[in-house]
């Protein structure tokens, strides 16, 4: 499966952005995207990629960091194969590079490692 993310740029405190990440192809095992859970990882300078949100293969659960909580929200678009991420009343501290990835796992959690495919990223910079 490969990822095409897209949206990010640069905001103001406060501010809003969507990013939307799109999935084509299958797996060896002819999964396709609309099989796989998604989640929104991001990394600082100098940080760990740390999880932001996921989202389950159905969209029945989703998950949120403790830092994502009441600003951002993940969604799907079944039709148009793609997942995205809401980001409202952004902080400074949200500046990053945000990647989507996906997963098969039905036990997965926010560790990096549950996941086998990723966007290539794209900044995303708040202004203070």
């Known amino acids: 499966v490969q990822l095409f993310q897209t949206g990010g740029g640069s905001v103001e405190s406060g501010g809003s952005l969507k990013l939307s990440c799109a999935g084509t192809g299958r797996t060896v095992d002819q999964y396709s995207f609309y099989d796989h859970a998604v989640a929104w990882f991001r990394q600082a300078p100098g940080k760990e990629r740390e999880f932001v949100a996921s989202?389950?293969?159905?969209?029945?659960?989703?998950d949120y960091a403790d830092s994502a909580k009441g600003r951002f929200t993940i969604s799907k678009d079944t039709a148009k194969s793609t997942r995205y991420l809401q980001m409202n009343r952004l902080r400074p501290e949200d500046t990053a590079v945000y990647y989507c990835?996906?997963?098969?796992?039905?036990?997965?959690?926010?560790?990096?490692?549950?996941?086998?495919?990723w966007s290539q990223g794209t900044q995303v910079t708040v202004t203070s």
């Open positions: 989202i389950s293969w159905n969209g029945d659960k989703t």
């Open positions: 990835a996906v997963t098969l796992r039905l036990d997965y959690s926010g560790h990096p490692d549950h996941f086998t495919s």
